[in-house]
């Protein structure tokens, strides 16, 4: 038998990166919200019941440490965050405050489920 969380916030900014994603979760997720803009991601979190967020921490409409500190700030009942980082942002020093997978871009979507599976066992 599968388990199938309820849902996921994938907050990427490459839309192929992102559908790719979406699509590879379909198995694990009820529902996959999926955005490329970083306000909205944080909208849907106020919003809706997410088990699990994707995210980059790099938008070009807010500085990444905003971001990331709304993001932990409003993530209280979500299981874990995936965080697909660029070498050039610290996000080492949230991982006390949540719990935070960091992987460092590039990334494979297969490293990604990885991730998911163990996540979830």
Known sequence: ????????????????????IALALLDQFQSINSTRNPFEA??????????????????????PDE????????????????VLKDSEFKVEEYESQTNLVIQQKPISIKNI???IELLII
Not at 4 to 17: C, N, Q, T
Not at 67 to 82: D, H
């Open 67 to 82: 971001y990331l500190k709304k993001l932990v700030n409003n993530s209280q009942g979500v299981g874990n965050i995936i």
């Open 42 to 63: 944080l909208s849907i979190l106020n919003d809706r019941q997410i088990d699990l967020i994707i995210t980059e921490v790099l938008f070009s409409t807010i500085e």
């Open 113 to 115: 489920i990885n991730i």
């Open 1 to 20: 038998m599968v388990i199938k969380l309820k849902s996921a916030l994938i907050a990427v900014s490459e839309e192929y990166l992102s559908k790719g």
